[in-house]
């Protein structure tokens, strides 16, 4: 019975271990785009694109690291990070005949970073789903008393709840992210797996 509890306090304890190393690497991956975006701004300008088409990467930008530094929890950073994603997705997508070379560089390193995102996103929320699936459950709820793990938060947004209809699924940052890759001709999703997180 000991070494049974051991066993099963010890594999909670690796995907916790994993979930949060899976967090981290989502977390520099957003960082990451942070840094990409001022040069897709300053390629802009020889791109032809318009100051109007500029203002809401911009605003939505320092939004999302408005909400990193004031350490808010993970829904607000995916809604953060959501609305990101759709202003890069609509100055890019509207420059799909563009031959500015920077422009078109930077920009396709961004659809790199999203996708490294959306791979980052559902690692991160298949891991906390499993976790958050073991802590309710027996008898694995017993050994996350034990290891005083408890659930976790997901990296999503949920949908609005209207009065007129039911409850929608959530939607995930991962899913309007890749939208937003597939959608867009200017810039050119590789699985990322829990075993490449936790290295």
Excluded: C
Aim: neutral net charge; glycine residues 8%.
């Amino acid at each position: 019975m000991v070494l049974w509890l051991r066993a099963g306090v010890r594999r909670l304890r690796t995907l916790q271990q994993r979930h949060r190393e899976s967090l981290r690497l989502l977390l520099h991956e957003l960082d990451d785009r942070y840094d990409l975006v001022p040069a897709l701004i300053a390629a802009s300008a020889g791109a032809g694109v318009e100051r109007e088409h500029i203002r809401p990467v911009v605003g939505a930008r320092s939004l999302a690291i408005g909400v990193r530094d004031q350490r808010l929890g993970l829904t607000e950073r995916a809604g953060a990070e959501n609305a990101l994603s759709a202003t890069l997705h609509e100055l890019i997508g509207g420059l799909e005949g563009v031959n500015h070379w920077p422009f078109i560089r930077v920009a396709r390193e961004l659809q790199t970073r999203e996708q490294r995102i959306a791979g980052a996103v559902r690692v991160h929320n298949d891991l906390g789903g499993a976790l958050n699936t073991a802590v309710g459950r027996f008898p694995t709820s017993l050994f996350a008393k034990l290891a005083a793990v408890g659930p976790v938060v997901l990296f999503e947004v949920p949908a609005p709840v209207t009065a007129s209809g039911p409850a929608r699924r959530p939607e995930t940052v991962e899913a309007d992210t890749e939208t937003a890759v597939v959608a867009s001709d200017v810039r050119p999703e590789s699985e990322a797996t829990s075993d490449t997180v936790a290295a």
